[in-house]
């Protein structure tokens, strides 16, 4: 093809452009080596006609400023459970207020979609014999940490918190193996010592734990407390015959499957403990130990949960109190900065991630992690203006 051949074709490129913005080209073969002499006047004939390329794209852009855009709306056919925490004098216990977690429409902070009412609920830590503990926790308990209801109070008193999550350590076999008798003698001394509702843990001990939490949900009779937790691993029977006959709560526990997660729900089911007094346990990995699994775990079930699965329509506990479990959160290193701040940062960034995957209730250990979540979840539903950055966060924490 010649210089005029060319001409003529970049002229004729030009108008079918003007006319209808692009083309397409079909069963055309082009050799590589003829690929440089074609193109180049065309391109030349092209920039020749520099009022084509603005007014095309001033159209685009003008359609664009027109264009009124609508987040996608997902309706959801199915609806997160609703758990009420704790029981009022009228409701047969004797707890300040109850709290209520679930109920959700949509996912987390959705409210383009739908409405969920219930916000995040932030629990403590508290255990029934003194444990080790990272320095920037120790350090606001060391004072009480031989009494538990002591423990509680000061919580309560001093850090406002919503409810606390008493584990019984002590009764492992392998701590101290204190009787059931003795375990329920320590909740019952913790809910004499505090209003709030109770979450009570046992030590992990499959065979030890079940008979714990029938002892502690006999002493805790009509206070809808959470006992944790059910597992395939310990007597699970036991533990829901003592929630149905007391009128509690069972934290079914499962190690990131959601298969094993659907399962356990379902044996729960099976029992005749109504979804209203279950509350899953997925497994809350710590940031930079897992946290990218359980955030997608999270996700899944909820989601599936929302799409009607019955199986798995109930709220998600998160212990984010793992975090401390990773050692960059405690570890001492001048590269790292200071653990004071480190530490609760590390907590703090776990329970955002697990409360924007689907987690309704946490369980956490630094008083910072408190306040600084509250905060951040009065902000997220609007309950006041807030221009805090997130570089104020270290301040936050100091004060």
Sequence with gaps: MGEKETRILGKNLIELLEKFGDIEIENVEIRAEELTFLIQPVIRSLAQAPQLVPRVVEKE???LLEAEFSPPIEVYPGEIAEVQI???KSDGGSRRKVIKIGGAKTM???SFEATNQNKPVLAVDVFDMPISLAKAVKQHFKDVMEDPADWAKKYVEDFDADIISLNLISTDPLIKDTSPKDAAKTVEKVLQAVDVPLIIGGSGNKAKDPLVLEAAAEVANGERCILNSANVDNDY??????????GHIVIAFTPMDINNQKKLNRYLLDEGLPKEQIIMDPTTAALGYGLDYTLSLMERIKLSGLLGDSDLQ?????????????????MKSED???????GPLWETITTITVMMSGADLFMLSHPATVRVMRKLI?????????????????TEIEG
């Design 314 to 330: 109930m709220p998600i506990v998160a212990p984010s109190s793992n975090a401390w479990g990773a050692r960059e959160s405690w």
């Design 336 to 342: 790292w900065g200071p653990r004071e701040y480190r």
């Design 86 to 88: 704790g029981a009022t």
């Design 61 to 63: 852009i003008e359609a």
């Design 108 to 110: 987390p902070f959705y």
């Design 237 to 246: 029977k036991k533990i829901v015959k003592a929630a149905k006959k007391y």
């Design 378 to 394: 009065q902000a997220l539903y609007g309950e006041f203006d807030s221009d805090q950055r997130i570089q104020d966060w270290i």
